[in-house]
């Protein structure tokens, strides 16, 4: 008998929001259904909920993730085409970092000049104003 969708979510650490998501997306299916028409999720089922929480948590979209768990499921797999979508990842994550870091050093610079008295001149808020981005 397999677990309810309330035991996955608490045994996987996802909302059961999202299990029906995953479900409805075809990404993580039960692997049956009770009489009344509850999801039963077996063994099998947790450790791919569980898989793609970790892989979302590097930030992989659902379409990586189906990939990625096909790519886990066969054995024929060549390993190619997993460090292909973790070089992919890794370029996305680099480019945020980028971006990230000139809105540091940006936000940085205005901090610097904000006097942040009583009056009521601010580079910060007048540099939101702005239209240039």
């Given at each position: 008998?397999?677990?309810?969708?309330?035991?996955?979510?608490?045994?996987?650490?996802?909302?059961?929001?999202?299990?029906?998501?995953?479900?409805?997306?075809?990404?993580?299916?039960?692997?049956?259904?009770?009489?009344?028409?509850?999801?039963?999720?077996?063994?099998?089922?947790?450790?791919?909920?569980?898989?793609?929480?970790?892989?979302?948590?590097?930030?992989?979209t659902?379409?990586?993730?189906?990939?990625?768990?096909?790519?886990?499921?066969?054995?024929?797999?060549?390993?190619?085409?997993?460090?292909?979508?973790?070089?992919?990842?890794?370029?996305?994550?680099?480019?945020?970092l980028?971006?990230?870091?000139?809105?540091?050093?940006?936000l940085?610079?205005?901090?610097?000049?904000?006097?942040?008295n009583?009056?009521?001149?601010?580079?910060?808020?007048?540099?939101?104003?702005?239209?240039?981005?």
């Open positions: 008998m397999g677990l309810t969708i309330g035991d996955a979510a608490t045994q996987s650490g996802l909302p059961a929001k999202t299990i029906r998501y995953y479900d409805e997306i075809e990404l993580v299916s039960p692997s049956s259904r009770s009489k009344a028409g509850y999801r039963q999720y077996e063994a099998a089922e947790l450790r791919k909920l569980a898989f793609v929480k970790r892989a979302r948590s590097f930030g992989f659902v379409d990586d993730c189906r990939e990625l768990l096909g790519l886990f499921e066969d054995q024929a797999r060549s390993s190619r085409k997993v460090k292909a979508l973790a070089n992919r990842r890794l370029v996305e994550i680099e480019e945020k980028n971006d990230l870091k000139c809105l540091h050093d940006e940085s610079q205005l901090a610097l000049r904000c006097p942040g009583e009056k009521s001149d601010c580079p910060i808020l007048s540099s939101l104003a702005s239209s240039k981005e």
